[in-house]
Antibody, heavy 126, light 111 residues
Framework: EVQLVESGGGLVQPGGSLRLSCAAS????????MNWVRQAPGKGLEWISS????????SYADSVKGRFTISRDNAKNSLYLQMNSLRADDTAIYYC???????????????????WGQGTLVTVSS | QSVLTQPPSVSGAPGQRVTVSCTGN?????????VHWYQQLPGTAPKALIY???NRPSGVPDRFSASKSGTSASLAITGLQAEDEADYYC???????????FGGGTKLTVL
């Protein structure tokens, strides 16, 4: 059974840093692209970063580029999000999500967010 | 302001059919990228509902269906049940942003 368990959330002051972790189990972690998605209180989902499996190709949403760093340790089956220069509008539940591959119209290597963790709450406030 | 536009809310009585629209542009849905839909029950993490425009993951009832045309997509729920009350999000990839994008979400109320 695929399991994703986030940790590391908490209360941090504006300008501070926090490192989130996502422990993965039930699948071969290194094979799959992983993502961080956040949800501010009462708001919708916002994709913030993704990292591929083997090549570790990385991308970020503009809202976090230059402040957040995604990484993974395939030996530890873990995904990380280093968050620096935190602002009040970074307050949110942060979810890690594993991509799941599918085939369509004779093309494979297409992906959707097939598995989600339960999320960890980050509160940025003085 | 989300890149993909959804109505903030929809509602229907038990047994009825409702639809949720998702409108994008030529950098995402209109560029040929697939649309996925997620259901988020109150207080829980999102769950995949539809992938690849019109496919249901195992375990999702066939009351849920979806389609895509041009720069838009649509989710349909037939035979509404109280347990369908949730937030629904569409998702696609955006080539100009080089990343995934979500719709703003639609709250379904079962009357």
């Amino acid at each position: 059974e695929v399991q994703l368990v986030e940790s590391g959330g908490g209360l941090v002051q504006p300008g501070g840093s926090l490192r989130l972790s996502c422990a993965a189990s039930g699948f071969t972690f290194s094979y799959y692209p992983m993502n961080w998605v956040r949800q501010a209180p009462g708001k919708g989902l916002e994709w913030i970063s993704s990292i591929s499996g083997f090549t570790s190709t990385i991308s970020y949403a503009d809202s976090v580029k230059g402040r957040f760093t995604i990484s993974r340790d395939n030996a530890k089956n873990s995904l990380y999000l280093q968050m620096n220069s935190l602002r009040a509008d970074d307050t949110a539940i942060y979810y890690c999500a594993r991509e799941r591959e599918y085939c369509s119209s004779n093309t494979c290597q297409k992906y959707y967010f097939g598995y989600w963790g339960q999320g960890t709450l980050v509160t940025v406030s003085s | 302001q989300s890149v993909l536009t959804q109505p903030p809310s929809v509602s229907g009585a038990p047994g009825q059919r409702v639809t949720v629209s998702c409108t994008g542009n030529t950098s995402n849905i209109g560029a040929g990228y697939d649309v996925h839909w997620y259901q988020q029950l109150p207080g829980t993490a999102p769950k995949a509902l539809i992938y690849g425009n019109d496919n249901r993951p195992s375990g999702v009832p066939d009351r849920f269906s979806a389609s895509k045309s041009g720069t838009s997509a649509s989710l349909a729920i037939t035979g509404l049940q109280a347990e369908d009350e949730a937030d629904y999000y569409c998702q696609s990839y955006d080539s100009s942003l080089s990343g995934w994008v979500f719709g703003g979400g639609t709250k379904l109320t079962v009357l």
